[in-house]
């Protein structure tokens, strides 16, 4: 009730406010896509930084963890020692893993602010399946974050490694941008690849709904990945 009487004061302000024209809808439109990516950009470059940093650390403890594990043999080392640097090994690698899935990340949500618009000039019926040259969409209907955990069983099982999650529900990247992506999780993979393909087999012979995109242009930074869920939604303002 609540939405409905939000919907006829909008709706009323709307009647009231000239029309705005269609230069003016496109200059809008063009002016919000540079915010966003300016955004996103500025975002990307903190956690560049921070990528590289993390990069050098994990090579300063995978050549100190070889170091050790070479002296093992000779006594001068306990196993206690070794076990230790490949613990560090293993920490700095999940840091640098975690900071490339969150660049992956940045690099899907602009594919998928772009996909917004041309997502509602595609036709849409359960179990639809669509495929342009850059996306593709199944109309799954069985969807819930409970599922999400299904969804890396599969994947873990299947590949022997966890899936790489670069957006889990709401991230605060989606906050800042004014979007709600909080009943979807993104896997960044290339669905052409041999993981993105099984699992979209999977979701679809689940029921389960998706979006995959593409690289749309070669050369540029893009974020081919798996949206599973629910298509983002501009956040009311
Ligand atoms: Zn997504």
Redesign the pocket.
Known sequence: MALASHAVAAESAARKAPPPTRKALKDESSAARKKLTEAVDEYKASLASLAELQRKNAETAEARAVKLRDLLGSQIVSVREVETAELELAKAKAELEKTRLELDHAD??LE?IAALDRLLTLPDRPGGYVSTGVLIRYSGTRWSMAEASRVEGFFSSRFGRRAPIS?FGQTALHSRLGYD?SN???VATHPDSAEGRALMEYLRASGIPF?AFRTAVPGKATGP?I???LP?RRLGR
Do not use: K, N, P, V
Request: overall charge negative; aromatic content about 0%.
């Open positions: 899907g949500i998928e957006a992506h979807a999780i993104d979006l990945h949206h599973i869920g983002s």
